[in-house]
């Protein structure tokens, strides 16, 4: 019997698998995905057995990962339903939906992680807010939650009324990060710079930016004011950004994925 079962394989899904694999050999996991053909090619590539139902994915596992998109959670939970026991232990990725949302599918005995983790995860660098009733687990299975978690990256736990806010400066926001690399990436092609000498240079900059941000503990506005000398480029730069909206964009954009997260 497998340790921990995906019921879903796409992007996240897979994303967490390969994270998943560094503390656990391919034999203690298990996953199901309606996709056939996408079945195969993730367990010749892992060596991880894919099962051919959802039922029977979670009937062979303890740890049940849910990596599907909210739309389709109804037809999975009812795919599920009769198969999960209050041995298991779930863990749902989906955003906008809430514990009480899964249990009302499952039976309110079921026990429930709810997590918002990112596609970073793909590389070891994922950023995942989790949120459940630590008394409802066992030590063992609370210590088993922080090893999937910190397999592909780093978490935070979290109120789960935060969850919404999570997708918006976690969960979504490597898209919005994307876009700001290819617009830096496009401004230095504009004056010259290869494409893919500026792709290089603009996402190192975010890189070390960041990382500024997470190892100097700096409040993000004193590494600004660093960067600005009075009357020289960057503060040139900053008022642009100012006069054009920049941080009032971001913020909208997360009202956007807030109240999409907030429809399910």
């Given at each position: 019997m497998a340790k921990i079962g995906f019921v879903g394989m796409g992007n996240m899904g897979y994303a967490m698998l390969k994270g998943v694999l560094k503390e656990n050999a391919p034999s203690e996991i298990i996953f199901s995905d309606v996709n056939e053909e996408r079945s195969r090619k993730v367990q010749q590539e892992t060596g991880v057995h894919?099962?051919?139902?959802?039922?029977?994915?979670?009937?062979?596992?303890?740890?049940?990962?849910?990596?599907?998109?909210?739309?389709?959670?109804?037809?999975?939970?009812?795919?599920?339903?009769?198969?999960?026991?209050?041995?298991?232990?779930?863990?749902?990725?989906?955003?906008?939906?809430?514990?009480?949302?899964?249990?009302?599918?499952?039976?309110?005995?079921?026990?429930?992680?709810?997590?918002?983790?990112?596609?970073?995860?793909?590389?070891?660098?994922?950023?995942?807010?989790?949120?459940?009733d630590s008394s409802d687990f066992r030590l063992e299975e609370k210590e088993m939650i922080h090893k999937i978690f910190s397999s592909f990256g780093k978490y935070q736990k979290v109120d789960e009324k935060l969850m919404n806010a999570v997708v918006c400066v976690s969960g979504s926001s490597p898209a919005y990060v994307y876009m700001f690399i290819e617009a830096l990436a496009d401004s230095a092609v504009k004056y010259g710079i290869p494409r893919e000498q500026a792709y290089e240079f603009a996402a190192q900059a975010v890189k070390g930016s960041a990382e500024m941000v997470l190892k100097t503990k700096e409040h993000p506005a004193v590494l600004k004011d660093q960067v600005c000398s009075p009357g020289g480029t960057t503060i040139a730069g900053v008022a642009a950004l100012e006069e054009h909206g920049f941080r009032n964009s971001i913020i909208k954009a997360a009202d956007a994925c807030h109240r999409a997260a907030s429809l399910f």
């Amino acid at each position: 019997m497998a340790k921990i079962g995906f019921v879903g394989m796409g992007n996240m899904g897979y994303a967490m698998l390969k994270g998943v694999l560094k503390e656990n050999a391919p034999s203690e996991i298990i996953f199901s995905d309606v996709n056939e053909e996408r079945s195969r090619k993730v367990q010749q590539e892992t060596g991880v057995h894919y099962a051919e139902s959802n039922a029977e994915c979670v009937n062979n596992a303890r740890y049940i990962i849910l990596a599907v998109k909210p739309q389709f959670y109804d037809q999975v939970l009812k795919s599920i339903q009769y198969t999960v026991t209050q041995e298991h232990v779930v863990i749902s990725i989906a955003p906008g939906i809430t514990i009480e949302k899964v249990q009302e599918k499952l039976g309110h005995d079921i026990r429930i992680v709810r997590a918002m983790p990112n596609t970073p995860a793909l590389l070891g660098e994922g950023m995942t807010g989790i949120s459940y009733d630590s008394s409802d687990f066992r030590l063992e299975e609370k210590e088993m939650i922080h090893k999937i978690f910190s397999s592909f990256g780093k978490y935070q736990k979290v109120d789960e009324k935060l969850m919404n806010a999570v997708v918006c400066v976690s969960g979504s926001s490597p898209a919005y990060v994307y876009m700001f690399i290819e617009a830096l990436a496009d401004s230095a092609v504009k004056y010259g710079i290869p494409r893919e000498q500026a792709y290089e240079f603009a996402a190192q900059a975010v890189k070390g930016s960041a990382e500024m941000v997470l190892k100097t503990k700096e409040h993000p506005a004193v590494l600004k004011d660093q960067v600005c000398s009075p009357g020289g480029t960057t503060i040139a730069g900053v008022a642009a950004l100012e006069e054009h909206g920049f941080r009032n964009s971001i913020i909208k954009a997360a009202d956007a994925c807030h109240r999409a997260a907030s429809l399910f």
